[in-house]
């Protein structure tokens, strides 16, 4: 081997043989489905990037969202809780034509027992407000000059059932009675 | 063509079959087909059942890595070469390395018995050889290249070139004489 034109007859082309049949088509079709394939991977690949870019992003901004502080607890101090319970408060509505509930008219004071005395057409009643007015004048302000009128005019409204002695008067009022029936009685004997 | 023109025609054709473009593919490859089976036959030593595979192998690397194909480095022929240089390599030593496997095919009645080991020693030889080498002598004998075409390709003088071609030719020898033993 020697002589180069020995090479000739090893490394010229060979006669081009037979193509195995559908050979040809068989590897273009596979180089189509390789295309294919690789178009597919790198679209897929792309959208996966962009989603792991925007999921990145969503955690980073949920790490990092601003936390409020937590309340300061000092152990010291006991926590109190608070709770609160609805109640339901039944609100009384009136019927239209429920009759109108009368009003207490007893009075506080003295001098408004007075004047509801003055007021009162029915003598028991006025007789009942008279007394009451003269044992406040007296109870609670020792004012013996009003409550000595109030008795009076209790009396007077009240008739002779007014002057019958009972347990509850006053050292007043008692007095009164017992000087208004001995001035009775003493008429009654002038009379006779 | 310019190798402006090539470089900016290549990048327009590989962007467009990226793209999706089944025509450019078609026509890409169509273009190219014959001369890179040429070339792989020429490498396996006109086996044909190696040279099935390594071209296979050598389409289905190339559209695997045409992203990485740049135009500016090299013409796309020269880069399909490159894959089929190393496609015949492996498949070399793949069919070294299985002894089950018959090394030729069975010869055909009438024919010469050890054409088989002869093509696959000058397949070896070939895939042995430096790069510069292989080319030297790829163009001498499978493009019919003169020294004087060869010279002008490669913008050297004639005299380099036959210098590298004796030396090519007695590397191939070599080789092709230690694969024997």
């Known amino acids: 081997m020697t002589d180069p034109d020995d090479l000739e007859s090893l490394l010229a082309p060979r006669p081009t043989p037979e ?3 559908g050979f040809e088509a068989t590897l273009f079709a596979q180089t189509e489905r390789a295309l294919a394939r690789g178009r597919h991977l790198r679209c897929t690949g792309r959208a996966a990037v962009v989603a792991g870019v925007f999921g990145v992003g969503g955690l980073l901004g949920w790490g990092l969202r601003p936390v409020p502080p937590a309340p300061e607890i000092d152990p010291a101090v006991p926590r109190v809780e608070v709770v609160t319970v609805p109640v339901v408060v039944p609100v009384p509505v009136p019927a239209e034509s429920a009759p109108v509930a009368e009003v207490s008219t007893e009075p506080t004071t003295a001098a408004a027992a007075e004047l509801l005395a003055e007021q009162a057409d029915d003598p028991a009643r ?3 407000l008279y007394r009451l007015a003269g044992d406040r004048f007296l ?9 000595r009128r109030c008795y009076r005019l209790s009396l007077a409204r009240a008739g002779d059932g007014g002057l019958r002695p009972a347990a509850d ?3 007043l009022l008692a007095d009164l009675k017992v000087s208004l029936l001995k001035e009775r009685h003493d008429a009654t004997k002038n009379d006779g | 063509m310019s190798d402006g023109a090539r470089v900016w025609r290549e990048r327009a054709v590989r962007d467009a079959v990226l793209a999706g473009d089944a025509a450019a593919w078609r026509g890409w490859y169509d273009d190219h087909a014959p001369d890179l089976a040429a070339y792989v036959r020429w490498r396996c030593g006109g086996l044909p059942d190696l040279a099935d595979d390594v071209l296979q192998e050598t389409w289905l690397v190339a559209v695997r890595r045409l992203r990485a194909f740049d135009p500016a480095a090299g013409p796309f022929s020269a880069w399909l070469a490159g894959i089929a240089a190393n496609a015949v390599r492996n498949a070399l030593r793949s ?4 002894p089950t496997r018959p090394l030729t095919e069975a010869p055909e009645p009438g024919s010469d018995p050890t054409a088989g080991a002869t093509a696959e020693r000058v397949a070896a030889a070939l895939a042995a050889l430096p790069a510069h080498y292989e080319a030297v002598l790829r163009a001498k004998y499978l493009d019919r290249c003169t020294v004087d075409e060869i010279a002008a390709e490669q913008g050297v003088r004639a005299k380099g070139i036959e210098s590298l071609l004796g030396r090519a030719r007695q590397a191939f020898r070599e080789a092709f004489e230690a694969d024997h033993d």
């Not at chain 1, 109870?139 to 409550?147: E, G, T, Y």
Request: glycine letters at 0%; aromatic letters at 10%.
């Open chain 1, 19 to 21: 193509p195995r049949p």
């Open chain 1, 126 to 128: 006025a007789a009942r």
């Open chain 1, 139 to 147: 109870l609670d302000a020792q004012d013996f000059r009003n409550s």
């Open chain 1, 169 to 171: 008067d006053s050292w």
């Open chain 2, 95 to 98: 069919r070294r390395r299985k």
